[in-house]
T-cell receptor
Framework: AQRVTQPEKLLSVFKGAPVELKCNYS??????LFWYVQYSRQRLQLLLR??SRESIKGFTADLNKGETSFHLKKPFAQEEDSAMYYC??????????FGAGTRLFVKA | DAGVIQSPRHEVTEMGQEVTLRCKPI?????LFWYRQTMMRGLELLIY????????DSGMPEDRFSAKMPNASFSTLKIQPSEPRDSAVYFC???????????FGPGTRLTVL
């Protein structure tokens, strides 16, 4: 079955601490994975995609096919990182499956 | 481009009433998606269209839900009759190609009393 799992609904860290938002997927093909972010009162928007292998706002995500994971990481969290984060998997045929989301709260 | 446009932004209705949500995708995009966001279940894909044709509606929860895309610049999601458990934020998104970035609208917050 095609599935995206984000095990944490809420993640709370202190400013300056490292943060890791977990994402695991289930897919038989070659995955294309994304992280989307929704800041307060803003639209859901793309944060990064694995094929770009880029760092956006200090965030990185590495695809680990062995562990079927695509965890989002940042070494030093900032208050402005507080938002809802969704991991997403493109499954072909124009369809993308989203995880349930993790709300990140960065405390001062 | 103003991005994906959704209307209304907020809708409050009573149980049993018909609700119609509207979406205008980004010009030139050929894929359109309807999602429902709730605290419990996160972001769920309800239905998506490619070139105005519904491709997969397996996420539509019940027959009370229906969606149409009469042309490339407009889509509707209708709930008839509405129920309190339909209360959620409904998002519309569009993209140019399947694996490309999806661009989301601001959402419609629906409250069914």
């Amino acid at each position: 079955a095609q599935r995206v799992t984000q095990p944490e609904k809420l993640l709370s860290v202190f400013k300056g601490a490292p943060v890791e938002l977990k994402c695991n997927y289930s897919y038989s093909g070659s995955p294309e994975l994304f992280w989307y972010v929704q800041y307060s009162r803003q639209r859901l928007q793309l944060l990064l995609r694995h094929i770009s292998r880029e760092s956006i706002k200090g965030f990185t995500a590495d695809l680990n096919k062995g562990e079927t994971s695509f965890h989002l990481k940042k070494p030093f969290a900032q208050e402005e990182d507080s938002a809802m984060y969704y991991c997403a998997l493109y499954t072909g045929g124009f369809k993308t499956i989203f995880g349930a989301g993790t709300r990140l709260f960065v405390k001062a | 481009d103003a991005g994906v446009i959704q209307s209304p932004r907020h809708e409050v209705t009573e149980m049993g009433q018909e609700v119609t949500l509207r979406c205008k995708p980004i010009s030139g995009h050929n894929s359109l998606f309807w999602y429902r966001q709730t605290m419990m279940r996160g972001l769920e894909l309800l239905i998506y269209f490619n070139n105005n044709v519904p491709i997969d509606d397996s996420g539509m929860p019940e027959d009370r839900f229906s969606a149409k895309m009469p042309n490339a610049s407009f889509s509707t999601l209708k709930i008839q009759p509405s129920e309190p458990r339909d209360s959620a934020v409904y998002f519309c998104a569009s993209s140019l190609r399947g694996p490309d970035t999806q661009y989301f609208g601001p959402g419609t917050r629906l409250t069914v009393l």
